[in-house]
């Protein structure tokens, strides 16, 4: 089971108490973008195995969002961190590093 722990309130919380976000640093396209612009961030995003930066929301404990870095394909937690956060801080990239020396943000 995949255990997620909340920045704002430190509660380490199971699957069953979180909300799944989607993928966290994105640019999001809206009103006044093209066409193609809005297509690629609804649809054409890489979903390879492994590391993933994702959003979540502690819904039956605080109630806020935050970010994490995991491995998909083992459900391994480099770390949480806030919502507010626009890259990965670098102490998660440095976990992620130890663990995958071939790692690289993309």
């Not at 919380?13 to 976000?21: D, I, M, V």
């Not at 640093?25 to 609804?42: I, V």
Request: glycine share 10%; aromatic share 12%.
């Amino acid at each position: 089971m995949l255990t997620l722990t909340c920045p704002y309130c430190g509660v380490a919380a199971c699957e069953t108490e979180l909300s799944p976000g989607g993928e966290a640093h994105l640019k999001r396209f809206g009103p006044g973008s093209s066409d193609d612009d809005f297509e690629a961030y609804l649809f054409l995003r890489p979903n390879v195995k492994g590391v993933h930066f994702e959003r979540w929301r502690h819904a039956m404990g605080c109630g806020k969002w935050f970010l994490a870095a995991r491995d998909t394909a083992t459900l391994e937690v480099f770390g949480t961190y806030s919502a507010q956060t626009t890259e990965p801080p670098p102490g998660i990239v440095e976990a992620i590093r130890a663990k995958r020396p071939d790692w690289s943000p993309t």
